[in-house]
């Protein structure tokens, strides 16, 4: 395939794939089906036309408004799709056409729900992510984007690694620091990345929420007892691990050694 125009495709696919997440997103957690019926406005229930259902196109063609009572749609609409529309590209442009590339795409789209939910209800749902280690396993072995080992081993280090932290952050603090969703969802980066890539993904994802934390409290928008979404650090985490991840850990084994 012409590199270019792979691009331009992969890019569509996200934005169509993003289309279907916003829709996860809004309905899985209130326990609606993701099939039917066609999205409506969630203000005056007008089912969407599919003229104006175009991932990012519609959007900014209607203003950010629904066409019937002019409420305001979220901007994270559009996001959404942005950003499987780029995260598509660019596993094209780092894997090509390849068996990574098939199953990362499937990586990122639970990423990407598991995130929203997280941030909007401050949970990472069974009913994602155990079909998401399920499908995790048997897509890399069948694929071979790993070994059968690297995906238990993958499995055991990340839940094993965050139920560690989990049950010492509740010995020091006397507090849950990490609730049983985040366990779950980084056994399922265990099961998609193996040891090496799991173990890289979970040390950024503390770095960054760490520096997020500091952040936000040196700004006052959050105090030692905030609750903050641990889901969108790991999938951040995990977004650069594979885009940088190899050549992070070489520099930094050519900075030690
Ligand atoms: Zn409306």
């Known amino acids: 395939m012409n590199f270019t125009a792979g691009i331009i495709l992969f890019f569509f696919f996200g934005l169509i794939f993003g289309s279907f997440l916003n829709v996860c997103i809004y309905r899985i957690p209130k ?47 559009p996001l ?91 010995l020091l603090f006397r507090k849950e620091s990490m609730g049983m969703g985040d366990i779950k969802l980084a056994a399922m980066i265990g099961v998609f990345l193996g040891v090496k890539g799991t173990a890289f993904s979970l040390l950024v994802a503390f770095f960054i929420a760490a520096l997020f934390s500091a952040g936000a409290m040196a700004l006052e928008k959050a105090d030692r007892h905030s609750q903050i979404p641990f889901g969108p650090f790991i999938a951040l985490a995990t977004f650069v691990y594979l885009f940088w991840g190899e050549q992070m850990i070489h520099w930094y084994l050519q900075l030690i050694l």
């Not at 599919?50 to 979220?74: E, H, M, Q, W």
């Not at 799709?81 to 596993?91: K, P």
């Not at 909007?120 to 995790?136: A, E, F, Q, S």
């Open 80 to 170: 959404v799709e942005l950003l499987t529309g780029v995260l598509f590209a660019g596993l094209f442009l780092k894997f090509g056409l390849s068996s990574e590339t098939l199953v990362f795409s499937i990586l990122g789209l639970l990423l990407i729900t598991i995130s929203f939910i997280d941030i909007d209800y401050r949970l990472i749902l069974n009913k994602v992510t155990l079909p998401g280690i399920l499908l995790g396993a048997v897509l890399t072995v069948a694929f071979r984007v790993l070994s059968y080992k690297q995906v238990l081993l993958g499995f055991a280090i990340g839940g094993g690694g965050l139920l560690f932290v989990a049950v010492l952050g509740s």
């Open 31 to 77: 326990g609606e089906s993701i099939i039917w019926p066609v999205s409506h406005c969630p203000k005056c229930g007008t089912p969407i036309k599919p003229i104006d259902n175009i991932p990012v196109l519609s959007y900014a063609l209607l203003g950010g408004k629904c066409r019937f009572c002019k409420t305001r749609i979220s901007f994270r609409y």
